[in-house]
T-cell receptor
Framework: DAGITQSPRHKVTETGTPVTLRCHQTENHRYMYWYRQDPGHGLRLIHY???????DKGEVSDGYSVSRSKTEDFLLTLESATSSQTSVYFC???????????FGQGTRLTVV | TQLLEQSPQFLSIQEGENLTVYCNSSSVFSSLQWYRQEPGEGPVLLVT?????EVKKLKRLTFQFGDARKDSSLHITAAQPGDTGLYLCAGVGTGTASKLTFGTGTRLQVTL
């Protein structure tokens, strides 16, 4: 199995506080992605990266920012958490072959 | 914006029945991936199709990529309770950034 881990796995935070989720992969994959998954929805793309310091917005990027200073790490930051950002967040990485994305275990974030 | 619409959203069938899930878009993709997701876990790859018109079989599952590389289908023959889960299609964009966009998902329940 590809080595991709997310931290933390669970977090409860208060409205208005900044939150950073971390994704770490050991496969030297070029591409990394952050998604959120809500009940009744598939995976919605927040931001993605196609190399160190190369990132772009997905369909639901408002209120989120990302950084990728190293190939193995992709950070997702909620600048000022809101209740609408309560969700399960998944990170994924994919290699140059584009044949498969590998997912972390997910982070369950609750904003109260 | 690359949107992938899946249909149906929900499907409840009895063991032994056949079913087809559709994944449609107005965008062209370099490849199309199908995943299955269990509750509390990240998606796991079933298959990747790359060439327009390609058909791949995985035991009772048959996957097809449209000739124009804009749509795909998943056909399950003689469904079993073990097939129950969330099925997701995902398209890899044609640009160098390799944006990976997921479909809206199809929740399948197979009962005895």
């Amino acid at each position: 199995d590809a080595g991709i881990t997310q931290s933390p796995r669970h977090k409860v935070t208060e409205t208005g506080t900044p939150v950073t989720l971390r994704c770490h992969q050991t496969e030297n994959h070029r591409y990394m992605y952050w998604y959120r998954q809500d009940p009744g929805h598939g995976l919605r793309l927040i931001h993605y990266s196609y190399g160190v310091k190369d990132t772009d917005k997905g369909e639901v990027s408002d209120g989120y920012s990302v950084s990728r200073s190293k190939t193995e790490d992709f950070l997702l930051t909620l600048e000022s958490a809101t209740s609408s950002q309560t969700s399960v967040y998944f990170c994924a990485s994919m290699g140059q072959s584009h044949t498969e994305a590998f997912f972390g275990q997910g982070t369950r974030l609750t904003v109260v | 914006t690359q949107l992938l619409e899946q249909s149906p959203q929900f499907l409840s069938i009895q063991e032994g029945e056949n079913l087809t899930v559709y994944c449609n878009s107005s965008s062209v993709f370099s490849s199309l991936q199908w995943y299955r997701q269990e509750p509390g876990e990240g998606p796991v790859l079933l298959v990747t199709v790359v060439t327009g018109g390609e058909v791949k079989k995985l035991k009772r599952l048959t996957f097809q990529f449209g000739d124009a590389r804009k749509d795909s289908s998943l056909h399950i023959t003689a469904a079993q309770p073990g097939d129950t889960g969330l099925y997701l299609c995902a398209g890899v964009g044609t640009g160098t950034a390799s944006k990976l966009t997921f479909g809206t998902g199809t929740r399948l329940q197979v009962t005895l």
